[in-house]
């Protein structure tokens, strides 16, 4: 099994930043991708950004230019700062994962319990 542990949100004011970590533990034989994806209330889990182990990176519209995410292949981790926060940013926050977790397994997605983002205005 993989487990994905976030950290880092909590509640911050329109146009502050705060950054998002996430640990990956486990059986993970090879991961082909971390990012994150948000829910806020109301609506459909959504891509904010996600990177590949070779370094592709794709983000959200709404959070280009605002939020950067990272990685450290090493540590398994995936982190995203996000600055220049905005109210509609207010979601709660999964840590996601595609991973082998042995050389004969298929790709599986793993996901964090989700972690809230408050953003007041």
């Known amino acids: 099994q993989v487990q994905l542990v976030e950290s880092g949100g909590g509640l911050v004011q329109a146009g502050g930043s705060l950054r998002l970590s996430c640990a990956a533990s486990?059986?993970?034989?090879?991961?082909?991708?971390m990012g994150w994806y948000r829910q806020a209330a109301g609506k459909q889990r959504e891509l904010v950004a996600r990177?590949?182990?070779?370094?592709?990176?794709n983000y959200a519209e709404s959070v280009k230019g605002r939020f950067t995410i990272s990685r450290d292949n090493a540590k398994n981790t995936v982190s995203l700062r996000m600055n220049s926060l905005k109210s509609e940013d207010t979601a709660v926050y999964y840590c996601?994962?595609?991973?082998?977790?042995?050389?004969?397994?298929?790709?599986?997605?793993?996901w964090g319990n989700g972690i809230l983002v408050t953003v007041s205005s």
């Open positions: 486990g059986s993970m034989f090879s991961i082909n991708a």
């Open positions: 990177q590949t182990t070779g370094g592709f990176i």
């Open positions: 996601n994962a595609e991973v082998r977790p042995y050389s004969y397994s298929l790709w599986k997605v793993y």
